[in-house]
């Protein structure tokens, strides 16, 4: 089994910065993918930033320049900061992670979620 923990979310003003952190934890031979999506309220979940073991990342267009996302592959950890914050921002943030072991196979994982709330 494996678990993701988010942490980092918060109250912020918007035009401020946010940097949200998850790491995986358990039974884990290598991480294909790790990420994030966001779900805002009355809408669907939707991708955020994906983050391959190689360094590729996929951004959503309309926070590609604002939003990074970074992983450090020996702390199966991933990072997200987020810059010039809009209200349409605000949402529960969360991690996921492709997760291979030899037992399962790849199997797909998420996070409990963060709560990020941008204030105008």
């Known amino acids: 089994q494996v678990q993701l923990v988010e942490s980092g979310g918060g109250l912020v003003q918007a035009g401020g910065s946010l940097r949200l952190s998850c790491v995986a934890s358990?039974?884990?031979?290598?991480?294909?993918?790790m990420g994030w999506y966001r779900q805002a309220p009355g809408k669907s979940r939707e991708l955020v930033a994906g983050r391959g073991s190689g360094g590729v990342t996929d951004y959503v267009d309309s926070m590609k320049g604002r939003f990074s996302s970074t992983r450090d592959n020996a702390k199966n950890t991933v990072f997200l900061t987020m810059n010039s914050l809009k209200p349409e921002g605000t949402a529960v943030y969360y991690c996921?992670?492709?997760?291979?072991?030899?037992?399962?196979?790849?199997?797909?994982?998420w996070g409990q979620g963060t709560q990020v709330t941008v204030s105008s």
């Open positions: 996921y992670a492709n997760v291979y072991n030899y037992r399962t196979g790849s199997v797909d994982y």
């Open positions: 358990g039974t884990i031979v290598k991480i294909n993918i």
